[in-house]
């Protein structure tokens, strides 16, 4: 994963909606990833194989067909809760590298209510499952957030060791005292009963889970440009010193933040355990949470703009996993395609804001 | 054409009329990107100036007048407008010389000192020299370069040791090496951006007899100021820059204070009542009409009991570190109080004077509560407060009118109205949840109302306007929230003549109106007219107390430096 982008000097404020699409023109992110996918036309060039063969039947495979479509849809529902765990702490002046672990600790506590707590109404489970999803998250971030209030540490470096804890945690877990006495030795624990998962779209993997990043989506655009707390929070992002001599809480709001970008994602591990793999396992997450920042990076932290950054890398993971099929091409291409398109629209973004 | 200049040396064509001269400008236009897209702003507009080899140079002007990108044109740092560049746009003794960078520049012979100055503080000025100069080979020959650095400091009678770390220096001695290193990097044209905004008043004379001295030695100095006295006090030429044009240029001879000031706020815009006195006695900046020093109370309200009121003591407050006995810093942490006892009633104005790094901003910190007090208290009203947050501060009726109101004060990636908003915020405005436009600009409107000072319009985002801008925005909100004790640090900075003028009437007003004031300032003329108390601090310690009547500049400026 690559954690060596240049970042910013400042987190871009999150203004309302206007002024911040501004600062991020669409013909340059157009640009980026035209030249990005150039770039990588090239690569196909070279081992041995016809890139306008390998787009078309990507184009096909993704965009044209109801399934591949489908299944983009399917990557956005936790792909968008993941950026707006980056996205929120951003806008209090925090990076929170640790939408991994908080979507595996929020799996974590999904999971324990269908395991302890099971009521048989849907109505009642799939919300008691979102609420712990939201706390196991929010907690492992509160850990980031309360060692940077009272101890100074970086929270860049807390929360991205806490995803291997948290990762960890879950293996203990599915390998020891939650595997399935059924389950021929798997490391999986016992499958959800129907009342504990997210109803799936017929013939598609695509659930009733995407009304949460909707949702969350919402709630975030609403507080952070119509209530005087958000308002509070984007000042304490775009100039922590201000704000503090303006009497606002500084350390209270981005500990709040933070706590609210760790509840996204871990919301991000209840529906993915409760839309798709209908039980707690090892590699529930593909890197959702990683990906996830680096939607929030792409799309300038900007909460309208996350959709189509979102959007955009779906469409390349899933393109990976097509080109696989179709060109014979490593599933990491889609990767490489992220990571190219990253490259070159912040690298573009960069240029523009270079110093008079 | 670099070799034959350095070649050279000043010394040798000591004469002032002969030859062409040193540096000629024509039709100088250096244009901006406007505020809306697609438009420019010339902040350089046809300029022509002339300079001659020994020659003392002042460039006069409002802030936002220009001459900062003039001089960072002459020092290839901008490259003028490429539509209006013709060979006799620059001359280098006679020759065209436009450079394409500041490095050009100083192989032309041509060294700036910038107003924030590129000095590496823990580095010493040996090794600070070094890293600017070029040719030294991989081996740094620090005895000789120690021998030369002194060499000039002798000649010039710069006292500093090429032996201290840049961080042990003052700021008036920072400068001293940042001029060595230019003459040791061999220029002959020297560049000063308001040079003495760092000095104490008795500092300043000394930074110009040492351009006497440069001059004397065939070197040219361009400098800019905002202050008339200084354009009039060492120059041969002054040329007056007035919305990136020339206004005036002569000989300074030919100039007196009245017609400078003219020069530079405009003769429609100079006000009948701004005619300073004669040129010796000049003020800056005309001091604002029918404000007398000391000023009585004009309404009948603050002649009671209210007047007599203290609004704000400190006493005894020390801030920082404890010292420690081996400390360089005799008694306390560096830009912490020492021990500061001070009290302001309501309507009373209580200057400070200071080389700023003395404990001004600690004076905020502490009153605002965002630096502990370690020793001592702080009583508003009365009340002892010590321990307070900055809610607290603000919701008893404190404002602090920030030293950088870009970093202090604003975000800057929101608009004019939000900011103003923003001002409000600590004082428990808006309450309430929700927060919609109408809120934010029923907010903003009422401000502006109350502020006679034009301002940027409410959606402009802070980050796009210019430095006076600003600080008419961070004022308007800052005077807007009917605070009772004002804590202002330079609060004229960056405005020009007129909006300068306005604002030492607003803080008079809102002390006439019963608020008491405490008035952080570098400008002794600015507190002279204003204060009715002065306090001069040193070292975090009140050095000093005078009324303004008895005030003298030459012993405040020796109190400022710590001689007493």
């Given at each position: 994963?690559?954690?060596?982008?240049?970042?910013?000097?400042?987190?871009?404020?999150?203004?309302?909606?206007?002024?911040?699409?501004?600062?991020?023109?669409?013909?340059?992110?157009?640009?980026?990833?035209?030249?990005?996918?150039?770039?990588?036309?090239?690569?196909?060039?070279?081992?041995?194989?016809?890139?306008?063969?390998?787009?078309?039947?990507?184009?096909?495979?993704?965009?044209?067909?109801?399934?591949?479509?489908?299944?983009?849809?399917?990557?956005?529902?936790?792909?968008?809760?993941?950026?707006?765990?980056?996205?929120?702490?951003?806008?209090?002046?925090?990076?929170?590298?640790?939408?991994?672990?908080?979507?595996?600790?929020?799996?974590?506590?999904?999971?324990?209510?269908?395991?302890?707590?099971?009521?048989?109404?849907?109505?009642?489970?799939?919300?008691?499952?979102?609420?712990?999803?939201?706390?196991?998250?929010?907690?492992?971030?509160?850990?980031?957030?309360?060692?940077?209030?009272?101890?100074?540490?970086?929270?860049?470096?807390?929360?991205?060791?806490?995803?291997?804890?948290?990762?960890?945690?879950?293996?203990?877990?599915?390998?020891?005292?939650?595997?399935?006495?059924?389950?021929?030795?798997?490391?999986?624990?016992?499958?959800?009963?129907?009342?504990?998962?997210?109803?799936?779209?017929?013939?598609?993997?695509?659930?009733?889970?995407?009304?949460?990043?909707?949702?969350?989506?919402?709630?975030?655009?609403?507080?952070?440009?119509?209530?005087?707390?958000?308002?509070?929070?984007?000042?304490?992002?775009?100039?922590?010193?201000?704000?503090?001599?303006?009497?606002?809480?500084?350390?209270?709001?981005?500990?709040?933040?933070?706590?609210?970008?760790?509840?996204?994602?871990?919301?991000?591990?209840?529906?993915?355990?409760?839309?798709?793999?209908?039980?707690?396992?090892?590699?529930?997450?593909?890197?959702?949470?990683?990906?996830?920042?680096?939607?929030?990076?792409?799309?300038?932290?900007?909460?309208?703009?996350?959709?189509?950054?979102?959007?955009?890398?779906?469409?390349?993971?899933?393109?990976?996993?097509?080109?696989?099929?179709?060109?014979?091409?490593?599933?990491?291409?889609?990767?490489?395609?992220?990571?190219?398109?990253?490259?070159?629209?912040?690298?573009?973004?960069?240029?523009?804001?270079?110093?008079? | 054409?670099?070799?034959?200049?350095?070649?050279?040396?000043?010394?040798?064509?000591?004469?002032?009329?002969?030859?062409?001269?040193?540096?000629?400008?024509?039709?100088?236009?250096?244009?901006?990107?406007?505020?809306?897209?697609?438009?420019?702003?010339?902040?350089?507009?046809?300029?022509?100036?002339?300079?001659?080899?020994?020659?003392?140079?002042?460039?006069?002007?409002?802030?936002?007048?220009?001459?900062?990108?003039?001089?960072?044109?002459?020092?290839?740092?901008?490259?003028?407008?490429?539509?209006?560049?013709?060979?006799?746009?620059?001359?280098?003794?006679?020759?065209?010389?436009?450079?394409?960078?500041?490095?050009?520049?100083?192989?032309?012979?041509?060294?700036?000192?910038?107003?924030?100055?590129?000095?590496?503080?823990?580095?010493?000025?040996?090794?600070?020299?070094?890293?600017?100069?070029?040719?030294?080979?991989?081996?740094?020959?620090?005895?000789?370069?120690?021998?030369?650095?002194?060499?000039?400091?002798?000649?010039?009678?710069?006292?500093?040791?090429?032996?201290?770390?840049?961080?042990?220096?003052?700021?008036?001695?920072?400068?001293?090496?940042?001029?060595?290193?230019?003459?040791?990097?061999?220029?002959?044209?020297?560049?000063?951006?308001?040079?003495?905004?760092?000095?104490?008043?008795?500092?300043?004379?000394?930074?110009?007899?040492?351009?006497?001295?440069?001059?004397?030695?065939?070197?040219?100095?361009?400098?800019?100021?905002?202050?008339?006295?200084?354009?009039?006090?060492?120059?041969?030429?002054?040329?007056?820059?007035?919305?990136?044009?020339?206004?005036?240029?002569?000989?300074?001879?030919?100039?007196?204070?009245?017609?400078?000031?003219?020069?530079?706020?405009?003769?429609?815009?100079?006000?009948?009542?701004?005619?300073?006195?004669?040129?010796?006695?000049?003020?800056?900046?005309?001091?604002?009409?029918?404000?007398?020093?000391?000023?009585?109370?004009?309404?009948?309200?603050?002649?009671?009991?209210?007047?007599?009121?203290?609004?704000?003591?400190?006493?005894?407050?020390?801030?920082?570190?404890?010292p420690r006995p081996l400390s360089r810093f005799r008694g306390t942490t560096p830009g912490g109080l020492n021990a500061v006892s001070f009290s302001v009633r309501r309507g009373?104005?209580?200057?400070?004077?200071?080389?700023?790094?003395?404990?001004?901003?600690?004076?905020?910190?502490?009153?605002?509560?965002?630096?502990?007090?370690?020793?001592?208290?702080?009583?508003?009203?009365?009340?002892?407060?010590?321990?307070?947050?900055?809610?607290?501060?603000?919701?008893?009726?404190?404002?602090?009118?920030?030293?950088?109101?870009?970093?202090?004060?604003?975000?800057?990636?929101?608009?004019?109205?939000?900011?103003?908003?923003?001002?409000?915020?600590?004082?428990?405005?808006?309450?309430?949840?929700?927060?919609?436009?109408?809120?934010?600009?029923?907010?903003?409107?009422?401000?502006?109302?109350?502020?006679?000072?034009?301002?940027?319009?409410?959606?402009?985002?802070?980050?796009?306007?210019?430095?006076?801008?600003?600080?008419?925005?961070?004022?308007?909100?800052?005077?807007?929230?009917?605070?009772?004790?004002?804590?202002?640090?330079?609060?004229?900075?960056?405005?020009?003549?007129?909006?300068?003028?306005?604002?030492?009437?607003?803080?008079?007003?809102?002390?006439?109106?019963?608020?008491?004031?405490?008035?952080?300032?570098?400008?002794?003329?600015?507190?002279?007219?204003?204060?009715?108390?002065?306090?001069?601090?040193?070292?975090?310690?009140?050095?000093?107390?005078?009324?303004?009547?008895?005030?003298?500049?030459?012993?405040?400026?020796?109190?400022?430096?710590?001689?007493?």
């Amino acid at each position: 994963m690559n954690f060596r982008l240049k970042l910013p000097d400042s987190a871009p404020s999150l203004q309302a909606a206007g002024p911040a699409l501004a600062g991020l023109p669409a013909a340059r992110a157009v640009l980026g990833v035209a030249l990005a996918l150039a770039i990588f036309g090239v690569f196909i060039l070279a081992s041995g194989r016809d890139p306008l063969d390998a787009l078309q039947g990507a184009w096909r495979g993704v965009i044209g067909s109801p399934f591949g479509l489908s299944e983009v849809g399917v990557t956005m529902i936790p792909l968008v809760l993941t950026a707006l765990a980056t996205a929120i702490p951003a806008r209090a002046g925090l990076v929170n590298v640790g939408g991994e672990g908080q979507l595996h600790t929020g799996a974590l506590a999904a999971t324990g209510i269908v395991l302890y707590f099971h009521v048989g109404a849907p109505a009642l489970m799939l919300p008691l499952m979102a609420l712990a999803g939201c706390a196991g998250g929010g907690l492992w971030a509160a850990a980031a957030a309360l060692l940077r209030r009272w101890r100074g540490v970086n929270e860049v470096i807390s929360t991205l060791l806490a995803n291997y804890i948290a990762i960890l945690l879950v293996n203990m877990l599915v390998f020891g005292p939650w595997k399935n006495p059924d389950g021929l030795g798997y490391p999986y624990t016992i499958p959800f009963d129907a009342a504990a998962i997210l109803p799936a779209i017929a013939g598609t993997r695509f659930h009733w889970g995407a009304l949460a990043p909707v949702l969350a989506l919402i709630v975030c655009y609403v507080i952070l440009t119509r209530t005087v707390w958000g308002f509070k929070m984007r000042a304490v992002g775009g100039n922590p010193e201000a704000a503090r001599r303006r009497g606002i809480a500084v350390d209270r709001y981005a500990a709040a933040a933070m706590i609210a970008g760790g509840a996204l994602a871990g919301l991000a591990g209840m529906v993915e355990v409760a839309g798709i793999h209908h039980d707690l396992r090892p590699g529930i997450s593909a890197n959702l949470g990683y990906l996830g920042l680096l939607a929030s990076w792409l799309a300038g932290h900007n909460l309208l703009v996350i959709i189509p950054a979102c959007f955009l890398m779906a469409v390349f993971l899933v393109t990976g996993d097509v080109l696989q099929l179709t060109a014979g091409l490593p599933s990491a291409a889609g990767m490489a395609l992220i990571g190219l398109v990253l490259f070159l629209v912040l690298g573009l973004r960069r240029l523009e804001r270079r110093p008079l | 054409m670099s070799a034959e200049n350095l070649e050279t040396s000043p010394n040798q064509d000591n004469h002032t009329g002969n030859g062409p001269p040193l540096l000629e400008l024509r039709g100088i236009t250096k244009s901006f990107p406007g505020p809306a897209p697609g438009t420019t702003i010339a902040a350089n507009d046809g300029i022509d100036l002339t300079l001659r080899r020994g020659e003392i140079h002042a460039v006069l002007g409002e802030n936002g007048s220009g001459k900062s990108t003039l001089m960072k044109v002459i020092y290839g740092y901008h490259a003028p407008d490429a539509s209006k560049v013709s060979p006799d746009s620059y001359r280098w003794l006679g020759r065209p010389a436009l450079p394409g960078s500041p490095a050009a520049a100083r192989r032309l012979g041509i060294g700036m000192v910038f107003q924030d100055f590129s000095l590496i503080p823990a580095l010493s000025v040996a090794e600070n020299v070094a890293l600017f100069l070029p040719g030294q080979g991989r081996m740094l020959r620090r005895r000789q370069l120690v021998r030369r650095i002194e060499q000039f400091a002798g000649e010039y009678d710069l006292e500093i040791d090429p032996r201290q770390r840049v961080d042990d220096l003052s700021l008036g001695e920072r400068q001293r090496v940042e001029l060595v290193k230019l003459l040791l990097a061999e220029a002959r044209l020297l560049i000063f951006d308001e040079p003495t905004s760092v000095l104490a008043p008795h500092e300043v004379d000394g930074l110009f007899r040492v351009f006497s001295a440069l001059k004397d030695n065939g070197y040219s100095v361009l400098f800019i100021t905002h202050k008339v006295r200084e354009a009039l006090a060492v120059s041969d030429n002054v040329t007056v820059l007035r919305r990136g044009r020339v206004t005036a240029t002569a000989p300074s001879r030919r100039f007196d204070a009245p017609s400078l000031v003219a020069a530079m706020v405009g003769a429609e815009n100079a006000p009948p009542s701004a005619a300073p006195e004669p040129a010796s006695a000049a003020p800056a900046v005309p001091k604002p009409p029918q404000t007398p020093p000391a000023h009585p109370p004009t309404t009948p309200e603050q002649t009671g009991g209210a007047q007599k009121e203290t609004a704000l003591e400190f006493r005894e407050v020390s801030t920082g570190r404890a010292p420690r006995p081996l400390s360089r810093f005799r008694g306390t942490t560096p830009g912490g109080l020492n021990a500061v006892s001070f009290s302001v009633r309501r309507g009373e104005i209580l200057g400070v004077a200071g080389v700023a790094g003395n404990g001004q901003r600690a004076l905020g910190e502490a009153l605002l509560g965002l630096e502990p007090v370690r020793r001592g208290s702080i009583l508003l009203f009365g009340q002892p407060v010590t321990g307070h947050t900055v809610s607290d501060a603000l919701k008893g009726g404190v404002s602090v009118i920030p030293e950088n109101p870009l970093s202090d004060a604003m975000v800057p990636d929101m608009r004019v109205d939000e900011n103003l908003l923003l001002a409000g915020l600590g004082r428990g405005r808006p309450a309430g949840f929700w927060l919609n436009r109408n809120t934010i600009a029923n907010r903003a409107e009422a401000i502006r109302a109350g502020f006679p000072l034009t301002m940027a319009g409410p959606a402009a985002p802070v980050r796009s306007l210019s430095g006076g801008n600003i600080q008419r925005v961070m004022l308007a909100g800052e005077l807007g929230q009917g605070a009772s004790i004002f804590l202002a640090y330079y609060p004229t900075r960056g405005l020009d003549v007129l909006s300068a003028g306005a604002t030492r009437r607003l803080l008079l007003e809102q002390s006439n109106a019963g608020a008491a004031a405490v008035l952080v300032s570098e400008d002794l003329d600015e507190l002279l007219a204003l204060s009715d108390r002065l306090l001069v601090m040193y070292r975090g310690r009140i050095a000093g107390e005078f009324a303004p009547s008895e005030a003298s500049p030459q012993e405040i400026g020796l109190l400022m430096t710590g001689h007493t």
